[in-house]
């Protein structure tokens, strides 16, 4: 889970459950409307919402702490959504799938796309590649039997950054990430680990 980087409060009575969970919609609903999260306020959330906007404060000290929220929101159903990981050994293999998935899961959900894609968010998600990375080492070392290695480690998190850098680029040019685009960010990934890889068998 990322590390929050704001101030959020969570609710643990039903009245401020219920009120948290308006708030967020209402967010999430005026993204799905067309406004970038660089656009988002929290008085137009406010709006959205009917509520007071004092009221949101009690959650959330800034805008940038709902949007984290939202954000994490994001990556949990990107996760989960995720399929099975393909039984094989061959780490581009592996690698080739959850990028594919990655994509689809992106044009298929247009809200988590602009909240992960969105110029407006990468302070977040820089700290969100670097979990979303540690879950890529993690099955590599522990599914696909490569050795553990801090090089490798670091290399799934930057293999994670220079793909979203490329599917941000998409997403802001085309508003979707293209196929064109997304088999320059594989191969730019792949080739990328695997010089990691051979460096890394030499060094050993």
Request: a positive charge; charged letters at 25%.
């Amino acid at each position: 889970m990322p590390k929050k980087m704001t101030s959020t409060k969570d609710p643990t009575r039903k009245p401020g459950v219920a009120r948290h969970r308006e708030i967020i919609e209402a967010a999430e609903a005026l993204i799905r409307e067309g406004i970038s999260p660089r656009d988002l306020t929290l008085q137009a959330v406010a709006t959205q919402a009917s509520v007071p906007r004092v009221s949101l404060y009690y959650f959330f000290s800034s805008i940038e702490a709902l949007l984290e929220v939202l954000y994490q929101r994001a990556l949990n159903k990107m996760i989960g959504e995720l399929g099975e990981i393909p039984d094989t050994s061959e780490w581009r293999v592996f690698i080739e799938s959850v990028l594919d998935q990655t994509r689809k899961f992106y044009n298929t959900n247009p809200l988590e796309m602009a909240l992960v894609l969105s110029p407006s968010t990468f302070s977040i998600s820089n700290q969100t590649n670097r979990d979303y990375g540690q879950v890529l080492y993690k099955t590599m070392v522990n599914s696909i039997g490569l050795p553990k290695s801090q090089k490798l480690h670091q290399a799934c998190d930057i293999g994670i950054e220079i793909a979203h850098a490329v599917w941000r680029k998409s997403f802001v040019e085309k508003g979707k990430v293209t196929a064109a685009l997304h088999t320059q960010a594989k191969k730019v990934v792949l080739s990328y680990l695997e010089s990691v890889l051979e460096q890394t068998e030499r060094d050993n």
